[in-house]
C-alpha cells in the first residue's frame, strides 16, 4: 500500500463483496466480465487489475505456508485457498479462471498455455495404463494425434466413431470399448468429444453419448467435449451432459489472434485431478495472456454475435452462387439428424464454415489467392476473416483414405468469418470467386 491511499478505514476503500443478483435477477456473463473475481481495493483502487508479475508469493505467517502447501500436494481436499507460486496459480490467472466459470455455468476451471496442453493434461491426468479413451471422430489433429501416438506408448487405445452417431451406434463403441479395457487390463477412462468436428462441422449428440454412458460405464468415467468452434456463446455443453468442457481460448474467447491459451472447466471433482497434474507439470497460462484474456472476455458475446450475423449474411451470398456446389453452415443443414442435435444443443450457427467450390484444389487455390480482405491463414474465431485449405494445409498430413472419409475434399475452403462489415466481406468473395 502506499502513502496515495485514502484512509484505510473509509468505507470506500473496504472490500465489498461481488454483486452478482440484484432483486433476485442473476446478472449475465457479459455483465460480470467487467470485474468479476476482481476487487479494485486490493490493488491501490485500479480499476483494472494489475498484471502480477512475480513468481512467487509471500506468506503471512509460516502457519499459512504449511497449510497452502496441504492444500497444494492434495493433504488436504480443495486445493490451496492462498497464492504459493505462479507454476499453480497467480492473479490473473484466477480472475480469468474465475470468469471462464461463469460462461460455462462451471464450478471451477483451469487455465492452459495452450489449448493443447490443456488437452494434453486433461487426458493425462484420466488415462492410466491400459485403459481405454473413447472419442469422436474427427477431432483436431494434434489431439487425434496425442491419443493415437503418444498416449499409446503408455498402452493407452482409442475406440472412435463419427460424429452425428445414433445412440444405438454409441451404445455398440463403448460395448467394444468395454471389452477392449478388459482384455488390456484396464478401464474405459474418458469419453472426449470435439463438436461440431473440423472441418465439416458434424455435430455430436451430446445428450446420447451421456445416457449411454451412464447405462455401459457409469458416471465415473468424465464426458469431456472441445467446444471451440460454438463456445461459450452458441452451445452450452455442461447442460447437455457433458462433465468438462475444453477450449483453445486462442480462437473465439481470445478473438484477436493475437495470443495462444487453452482451458478446461467443469465441476471441482473433475477439475482437482488436473489440477494436480499441472501443478506438477506446469503448463498454466502465463500472466500477461491471462491478462489479454480478461479484456477478450468483456467484448466476446460482442464479437461473436457480430461474426454470427455476418455469416449468416455471407452464406446466404454463398449458396445462391453459381461456382459454389455446397456450404458445410450450421445454419443450413440438410440432414434430418444433424438439424435435430442442433435445435436441441446450439444456440447460434457459429461464423466457422466449409465452402465447397465447383472443381478441386486448382479452383480453391484461385479463390483463395484473389480474396483482398479475408487472409488467408489457419486458425478461426478471431476479429478478422480467414480462409485456408484444410485438403493441403491443415489436413495434409491426414491419410488420403482418412480424409475422404471426414469429408475434407480438395474442393473443400474453410473460411472463419470476422468483424467487418458483411457486405464488404460479401464483395471480397463475389470478385474472388469471379477469378475462379
Ligand atoms: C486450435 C484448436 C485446438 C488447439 O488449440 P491451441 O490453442 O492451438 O493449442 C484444439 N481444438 C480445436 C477445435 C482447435 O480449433
Redesign the pocket.
Known sequence: MSDHDIDPTSPRMAPKPEVTKINGRELKPSTLMMGHGFDPVLSEGSLKAPIFLTSTFAFPSAADGKRHFEGITGKRPGGADGLVYSRFNAPNQEILEDRLSVWDGAEDALSFS????A?CVLMLAYASQNDVIVHSGPL?A??EGFVAKILAKFGVTYVDFPAGATREQIDAVLEKARKQADEQGGKVCMVYL?SPG?PTNALVDIEAVRDARNAALGEDCPIAI?N??LGPLWQRPLEHGADIV?Y????YVGGHSDL???SIAGAKKWMDPVRMLRNTMGGICDPNTAWMLCRSLETVELRMSRAGENAAKVCDFLSKHPKVEGLGYLGMIKDARQQDIYDRHCLGAGSTFSLLLKGGEAECFRFLDSLKIAKLAV??GGTETLASHPASMTHLSVAEGRRAELGISDNLVRISIGIEDADDLIADFEQALEAV
Open positions: 495452450s489449448g493443447m496442453t488437452i483436431y494434434a489431439s470435439e473440423n472441445d471451440t468452434f475444453v483453445s481460448l486462442t480462437k495462444v491459451a487453452g486458425s478461426l
